[in-house]
Each structure stands twice: as structure tokens, then as C-alpha cells.
DNA sequence: TCCTTCATGCAGTTTTTCTATATGATTGGC
DNA sequence: GCCAATCATATAGAAAAACTGCATGAAGGA
């Protein structure tokens, strides 16, 4: 790379423009300069290079046979930067980029992704369904949404909900549900990747995890959500996690009671880079849905099976 | 290309010595600029890209995701735009460009050309054998040689050596001449594409053409060359055409006179360019190379086999 | 012939870029 | 644990570059 140093670059952008469009008066339209401006740049480009690329012959500009290759190369050259930024400007403006746990992201984000493609036309959302929290500063990502106590450091932080447990299970299971002590009587289905415990829920009413019975588990939260669907057991959700069974009558909910689980969902970005439109939409916009979400949560627990003690 | 109307490229390309070089200082060193200019190019270059290329942690300079895919295609970008520079002024230091005549190239120039490369080392010829007179404004030579009366306009012209036309034939054949009039009857070798006509040199002993016999007719002067030191004729030949034959002794010259044609050798260069280093030193070589051709001529003539009149 | 289009020359102004220096922060050696 | 070196950034003034607007001259078309 050390030619170009000889070289004022916008005297080559401004000979590529001459060589591509013909006439000064047209290069200087593309430039968005005057056609003078254009001419002063060639000239002191051509002396810098040491030979002639164009001809003047009174009226107009003629390329050399030097310069037919030459520009050739300079415009192959000069597009592939005007791709690249091209790309980036489409990227940072059109296409939003969220990262967030594929749980989340199947259960509850997903479903949802069409009414966000109704609201934000012409916007395109890309997900990185990862577990591991991400650098919002060096990834590519635009947005993070991460379940914890919120304790990342040198990430902005917002608190979007709180994560709450509470025992869902099917139907059929429902019936044979009075009070929260019936729940030691019936199969359990484990989320044995997950931290989260029975106690936490079983505790509000004096009952203990260590009282129950054991059940199926599973290494993911999602098989064992299909299994407490198919009846097997009870299982301790969450909000994002059963809302869509709840909805449709797949799982019920016994119990109108929520533990919190001293989590929540937090949408995190980089602490340094100022927020961009885009951003700032998909946040109200998650905001909203999930204050929807909650809502319904409120209306499920007006209904829920069994009257709270 | 509307995308680059944005951005600086200079600072484009400080992006890109960074992302490459990994350091201010380095990128600094390869650009000819101090680090803190390159510091400011790239915060306002990141700045109009609309998103961030480097991560800043206290010491150092990484690349973001982002950045990684997009300086990639920036030196892509400039390494084109930096190897047509280069190969503009490799080409234009190097390389001479020059177009000729095909018999005068392989009759005379060709044999001459190491003694060329011995005395400019580094430099390469490129030959272009046409009969045409190329425009030396649009087309890729450095120079061209042309034999005629010098009258083409909008280029330089510098005479290198007034043509002359004379007998040669083989020494056979010499032995049968001892003043001009004998060779009306000798079998004659025609060049039929040359304008050159035997009455400008007959015409000094007031002879003529038309008193000539016949004889064999080559649409080349190379072939017609070949016939007569074959012995099959006399033939009318200039300077640079029978000098290796003459000075081999394959041809011989039977009298020493020569008669001007009205034309030279013109050297062409372009009115409009200013003369390059390597166009005035081929000029000069090719200046004593004449010169010492023409002493050669000057010693021939003085062993004439015939005596002048 | 007149009018339009084209490239270039020029002077002054605006914009950009650079240098030099200071600052804060981190790393590595001793 | 401290010192020196390295690194990026900030700032202000200086230097360089690019741009505008207009004038000029040359060529082609109606």
C-alpha cells in the first residue's frame, strides 16, 4: 500500500468519475462538486501518476490507451469500497441484529416476529439465538435480551420484566389440583439445566421441594415445557416460557400465585455507542408486547383453576 | 459509487492502515502522517459510518465484529487502487514504448538492442511494429521512428538522419560493374510496395529507370533484401535496410554515392506531453547509434569497388 | 453565424488535515 | 508495587487542500 501515499486519492476518485461518465460536468454531478474543482483535481492527479490519462483535443476528454486500463482497475477498486460501505450503511439503517437465549427466542420472541415485521416495514431483524451474553461493544449484535440479576458490567442496562415461577401443568393433571399441597402427590417434570428451584414457589406456601415426588427431567427447557404438555407431570415455568400453552389451553396454571426469582429480563446494549433509532424502536416495541404479555398474565390468574388460599 | 459522496476517503483508508496494522502509530508510519491525525481520521470516519470499527479499552485498538468483515473488503479495495498506481509508475519508469517500422526494427533496430540494455540496465523495450503512424497523445508509446517528408501534425518531431537511397548487390555480381550505366544490364530486384524510385539515384549520371531490364518484384523490402545477397539482382536500398549485410560483406555497395529521397527518420514523441527521462536517453542512444551507422557508410564508401566518376 | 457545450485558468475563500503537545490509562519489567 | 514505555485521545493553532464562481478559448451543431 505504499503507491497510494504518492497519490491524492480524491484526485483518483475524480479521474475514475471522468474516465466512467465522460465529461467533467457529469463527474462533478456524481461528486457533488463544481466541474472546475474536477478539472484541477485530474490535472494534478495525471502529474502525480507521470503520464496522461485523458486527451484534450479542444472539445471533450479522450482516454488514453494507458488510461483504458487504468481506469479499469481504479473503478474495480473504487467499487468495492463504495460496496462496502454501501453494505454497512444498509446494515446499520435496514437490519437489526438481537441476541438473545434460544428459549426465549422460540417461545415467546418468534411468534411474535410478524407483528414486528407489520409495525417496522422494511426493517429486517437477524437472531443470534446464543446462551453466552455477548460484548455489545466488539459483536455485531444491535441488542441483547438476558435473564439475570443484572449485574453485567460495562453494558447499559434496562429492565424490561421480572422473571416469575409458578407451576403450570395440563388439564387432565388440573383436575386432580385443589391446593398447593397436591402438587407433592404428582409427577414432576425437572428442567434440570435450569437454576431455577421449586422452592422459591413452594415456599410462599410453606411446602418444601424436597416433599415431592420425582418425575421425568430434561436437559432443555423447551422438551420439558413439551413434556408437561403432554402430561407427564407438573413443571415449574415461567412467564415467557408457557405464555403461548397458557393461551391456547395446552397448560393450565393452578395457582394465580408468581415467585419472583430474583431475575429479570434485561435488554442490554453498549454502554458507549449512542443509541440508534432502530434500537430505540425495537425497545419500545418490546416493551409493549411484553407489557401485553403481562396483562394476560393477569387475566389467567383471575381464572385460574383453583381459588387462591 | 453514490455511497463514497459520505465518506472521506482518507479517512477510509486510515480505517484500513489500522485495521492492517493493528496500532495508531504503525498506520501513522505506512500513512506519512503523525498518529494523532490518524486518531481523528478514524473517529470521524466511524462517525459517518454511523457505527463503530474499533473497540477502545483503555490501551489498544480492537476491531469490532462489524469491523472485521468491512475493513476486509476496504483492503481489498485500496490494494486494487494501490496496484494500478503501481503498476502505472512501474510502467511508466521502466518500460519505453516504441513503435516502428517492421524492416526498420528487424534490419536495424533489433540487432542493436542489447547493446540498449547494456547501457540502460533496468529498462525494458516493448516494441510495436506497425506501418502506421500511431497518435502518440492516445496511444500507449513512449515514442515512434517513421520514415517521410516530416510533415504530421500535433506531434514533436526530431530528425534523426536524411534517408538515401543506393545501389547494393551481391559481390558476384559486383564484379561486373565498373561505372553506373552498367547496370542497365543486370538483372534488377524490385521492392514494389517502396515508393523509392531508382531514377533519384540514376538520375545523377543521367540515367534512367526506364532503360532498366526487368527483374524479380517483392511485395517486402526484407525479402527483396534477401534476393539480392542471393545474387539474383541489383538492388535500391537506404542506410538502415543494408547496413548488417554491407558490414558482413554479404551485400557490397558498388558506388558511394547516395541520392537523397527527400524523407528522414523523424523521431515522434507527443506536442503536448513534456518529455520523459527515458524518452530523452533513448533518444540520445539512438542518436550516436545513427551516428556510428553513418560513419560506417562513410568508411564503406571510401572502399567502393567502383571509383566514383 | 450564433449558441451551446466543453475544459481550463485564476483568485479568493472555505474546509480539511496536520503537527505539536498534553493527558489519562494500561502494560510489562524490575 | 513502582517506574518507564506504549497507546489513544484532546486541543489549538498552523498548514495544506479543495472548492466556488467566473472568465477564457476552443469546437460542434443548428
Redesign the interface.
Known sequence: ???????H??G??ALE?VGRLGTLARAAG???VSAGAVSQQIIKTEAQ????VF??KGRGL?V???GER?LA??T??????????????R???TVLTISVAPVFASKWLVPRLDRYSRANPGMRLRLDATVDLVDP????IDVAIRVGPGEWPNVKLDKLLDQEVFPVCAPELAARIAEPADLLGLPVVFDSNSVLKWDSWLGLFGLSEKDMQGGSSFTDAALALDAAIAGQGVMLAWQTLAYYPLKTGALVMPFRERARTGNSYWLVTSS??RE?PKVARFKNWLRAELAETERDFELLAQNAAVPRL
Open positions: 500500500m505504499k503507491e497510494l501515499n504518492r497519490i486519492l480524491n483518483l476518485r468519475a456524481e461528486l457533488g501518476l507521470g503520464r496522461p486527451v484534450r479522450t488514453t490507451d494507458f487504468f482497475r481504479l474495480a477498486g473504487f467499487r468495492t469500497l463504495d460496496e462496502a460501505v454501501a453494505s454497512a450503511q446494515h446499520a439503517d461493544d466488539v459483536s455485531d458507549t455507542r440508534e
